[in-house]
């Protein structure tokens, strides 16, 4: 499969405890974008890489919350002291240079209690 | 970026066409229309986009008002596996800028009964 990958796909843990999602793209996609997704609600965007730089952080991407790109291929997602409120679906998107079409992973989902 | 506005809800008899609409009577005019779909606890999946002329793949046909102020969604025969929400968005391809920061909205969801 050459799709977008993301690991775990599901993942319950205790509140205050850290999290942390991979995603691998699209193997020629330059672009990676997180986005976060609460059930009944459109996916929402969180932050945007091309290669290993960030150049784009949504005012959702609250200080808990971390992402790298270390080598400009497969990104991390890390929530530090996980909250109830952080329980959602975690989406990976990866897309070439020219940005023409967001292929989206099939997400991770946090279930905090 | 351009917002759009969708109906909540569809129904469609299996077989027959669906057609979802959407309105982006803000959009830009460098802005492209994307559709997406997502079945239930999976990740969106890409159908179509266009920027002014319609388009038409192997998944559904697209239809895009002259003034670019609406669109619509066409699945030619719909099966009970297009059950699923449905996301118009609009966004400008290849832009350093707000390349994420796509608006999806809260789509249709289409129901297509037996």
């Known amino acids: 499969d050459t799709g977008v990958s993301q690991d775990p796909r599901h993942k319950i843990t205790k509140r205050g405890q850290n999290v942390t999602f991979r995603c691998d793209p699209i193997s020629e996609h330059n672009r990676l974008y997180w986005y976060r997704q609460t059930l009944g609600q459109g996916p929402e965007f969180l932050t945007y890489?091309?290669?290993?730089?960030?150049?784009?952080k949504s005012r959702l991407l609250s200080d808990r919350f971390s992402a790298e790109r270390p080598k400009g291929s497969f990104s991390t997602l890390e929530i530090q002291r996980t909250e109830q409120g952080d329980s959602a679906m975690y989406l990976c998107?990866?897309?070439?240079?020219?940005?023409?079409?967001?292929?989206f992973g099939e997400g991770s989902w946090l279930t905090v209690v | 970026d351009a917002k759009t506005t969708q109906p909540p809800s569809m129904d469609c008899a299996e077989g027959r066409a669906a057609n979802l609409p959407c309105n982006h009577s803000?959009?830009?005019?460098?802005?492209?229309v994307y559709w997406y779909r997502q079945i239930h606890s999976q990740g969106p999946q890409y159908i179509i986009h266009?920027?002014?002329n319609n388009e038409t793949n192997e998944m559904a046909s697209l239809i895009i008002t002259e003034d670019r102020k609406s669109s619509t969604l066409i699945l030619p025969h719909a099966t009970l596996r297009d059950t699923a929400v449905y996301y118009c968005i609009v966004r400008v391809p290849g832009s350093n800028t707000n390349a994420g920061k796509s608006t999806f909205g809260d789509g249709t969801t289409l129901t297509v009964k037996p």
């Open positions: 803000t959009i830009s005019g460098n802005e492209y």
């Open positions: 266009g920027l002014k």
């Open positions: 890489f091309q290669n290993e730089a960030q150049l784009e």
């Open positions: 998107a990866s897309s070439s240079s020219s940005g023409n079409t967001i292929y």
